[in-house]
């Protein structure tokens, strides 16, 4: 069972930068992928990148490379996302997602078993 906590949204102008942050409560992430999608309204969701916990290795949507990174500090089982250079199309409702690891793509909302109550990201032009 993993339990995931958003925060850090907020409205932000176009150009500026914002942080969210992933609170996991799990007994162990050792075998799990993270993962951040984002719902804009009248959209499907979809993928924004993934997090391998124990090696840290991150895949990224080609939508959003170069300006989000993921990141995570293992002490606090939190993970971020680090969202530069924003524009009004990065608006959406930001989710965190956990599952364990597994051969689907990451990029799939298929290995994704748990997920966070989302965060709102408002990018003003």
């Known amino acids: 069972q993993v339990q995931l906590v958003e925060s850090g949204g907020g409205l932000v102008q176009a150009g500026g930068s914002l942080r969210l942050s992933c609170v996991a409560s799990?007994?162990?992430?050792?075998?799990?992928?993270l993962g951040w999608f984002r719902q804009a309204p009248g959209k499907e969701r979809e993928a924004v990148g993934s997090?391998?916990?124990?090696?840290?290795?991150?895949v990224y949507a080609d939508s959003v490379k170069g300006r989000l990174t993921i990141s995570r500090d293992v002490a606090k089982n939190t993970m971020y996302l680090q969202m530069d250079s924003l524009k009004p199309e990065d608006t959406a409702v930001y989710y965190c997602?956990?599952?364990?690891?597994?051969?689907?793509?990451?990029?799939?909302?298929?290995?994704?078993?748990?997920w966070g109550q989302g965060t709102q990201v408002t990018i003003s032009s």
């Open positions: 997602a956990a599952g364990l690891k597994s051969t689907i793509s990451v990029l799939s909302a298929r290995p994704y078993s748990y």
């Open positions: 799990a007994r162990t992430l050792r075998f799990h992928i």
């Open positions: 997090l391998m916990w124990d090696t840290g290795s991150t």
